[in-house]
Structures are given as structure tokens and as C-alpha cells.
């Protein structure tokens, strides 16, 4: 079963703007990880984010991490049209060693120059 | 890029057939771990290594074997390709604990199964 589900599913904005993109999840977390996928390419990780931490920075993103709503978000800023691809949350299990990294479907942007 | 390549990069093949994919890392890193991504699924653990010889299931682990001999290579065997298992393959490997690292993709392999 899907633990974090993206929203929104699909994202347009100019370049220059910020994205802003949410993620939720059902159950207790170790950790957050963002990834970015350009098309026709494998995954990428952008930041990780430790559920005894509320925000972190990494160059133009920043995550915030609400574990009493269960929810996370990213915001890139000043986009470019180099953002330009899909963008997975994926959660860490809280429950053993071998639980799994759960990802969600995605969320596509597109930043139009 | 992390040190992690795929072969094939692309594959058709037909109903029936069996079919190897083959993930090959220099990185040394412990654990291995093998995905499908599908339209409206994301991505969906297959199976993964915490190290040689060390394999477990994942989410979708019917239809698949996997074998790690060496710390290097985790292969992905569909025993008798089906037409839903037409997909974009990942590759990933972690340093540590799976669920507590960063994961490491591979570029992926996309197979079709007529």
C-alpha cells in the first residue's frame, strides 16, 4: 500500500515563481525523503528529513515536517526550467530495521520559461 | 552519478520467455534493492539485498526471483515474462538500514513483454 500520497498530482507554475508541493502519510515515520525523476532518467535524492526535525534547507528547497498532521512539504524557490520533472516523496518505516522506503506516485511540474 | 549500472537498458521480449536484468554497483554499498514503476503506481519494491546471499520480498515479489553472489551485482529473474510485467525496472542501493538512507538509482531498464 501507498504510505505518501503527493499532492498535487500536477503542477504548472512560471519560472522564476515558487513550487510549493505536499505530501502526506498514514502511519508513524522514521524519516522523509524527497526524490526528483527527469523523465526517461532514474531518481534522485534531494533531502532527507528526520521526524524529530521540522525544517531543513538544502539550496533552493526547503522541507517542512508536520508529524501531528501527518504531512510534509516542498517548496523550491525561484524555479527554473530545469525543475522541470516529477517529484516523490517516499517515508521511512518506524518499525524495524527492515521496513521498507514507501513511495508515492509523484507529482509533475512543469516550469515554463 | 552514484556508481550504478543497468543491463539491459532496454529489452522486448515475449510472453513466456524468461528474462535477467542485472544491477552492477562500485560503490560497495550493503544493501540492493529492485523496483518497477508503473503509470499510477509509482514506484513498488520488488525485492531487496542486505547483503550477499541475504534477499527479501517486497510489495510485488510474485512473479520475480533475485540473486546476490556478489556484493556488486543483484540480479532480477522473471521466470516466465507476462505481459503485466511490461514496466521501467530501478535499480537502488543505500548504505545503510534501508529505511533509514538515502537511496542511489540506477537509470533503469524498460521492458516490454508482447
Known amino acids: 500500500s501507498q504510505q505518501g500520497e503527493e499532492d498535487p498530482q500536477a503542477l504548472s507554475i512560471q519560472e522564476g515563481e515558487n513550487a510549493t508541493m505536499n505530501c502526506s502519510y498514514k502511519?508513524?515515520?522514521?524519516?522523509l525523503q524527497w526524490y526528483r525523476q527527469n523523465s526517461g532518467r532514474g531518481l534522485v535524492h534531494l533531502i532527507l528529513i528526520r521526524s524529530n526535525e521540522r525544517e531543513k534547507h538544502s539550496g533552493r528547497l526547503r522541507v517542512t515536517l508536520d508529524t501531528s498532521k501527518k504531512s510534509s512539504s516542498l517548496l523550491i524557490t525561484a524555479s527554473r526550467a530545469a525543475d522541470t520533472a516529477s517529484y516523490f516523496c517516499?517515508?521511512?518505516?518506524?518499525?524495524?530495521?527492515?521496513?521498507?522506503?514507501?513511495f508515492g506516485k509523484g507529482i509533475t511540474l512543469s516550469v515554463r520559461p | 552519478d552514484a556508481g550504478i549500472t543497468q543491463s539491459p537498458r532496454h529489452k522486448v521480449t515475449e510472453t513466456g520467455t524468461p528474462v535477467t536484468l542485472r544491477c552492477h554497483q562500485t560503490?560497495?554499498?550493503?544493501?540492493m534493492y529492485w523496483y518497477r514503476q508503473d503509470p499510477g503506481h509509482g514506484l513498488r519494491l520488488i525485492h531487496y539485498?542486505?547483503?550477499?546471499?541475504?534477499?527479501d520480498k517486497g510489495e510485488v515479489s510474485d512473479g520475480y526471483s533475485v540473486s546476490r553472489s556478489k556484493t556488486e551485482d543483484f540480479l532480477l529473474t522473471l521466470e516466465s515474462a507476462t505481459s503485466s510485467q511490461t514496466s521501467v525496472y530501478f535499480c537502488?542501493?543505500?548504505?545503510?538500514?534501508?529505511?533509514?538512507?538515502?537511496?542511489?538509482f540506477g537509470p533503469g531498464t524498460r521492458l516490454t513483454v508482447l
Open positions: 502511519t508513524s515515520i522514521n524519516n
Open positions: 539485498s542486505y547483503g550477499v546471499k541475504d534477499t
Open positions: 517516499a517515508t521511512g518505516g518506524d518499525t524495524g530495521a527492515n521496513s521498507k522506503l514507501t
Open positions: 560503490e560497495n554499498h550493503r544493501y
Open positions: 537502488a542501493i543505500s548504505e545503510s538500514t534501508l529505511r533509514k538512507d538515502t537511496q542511489y
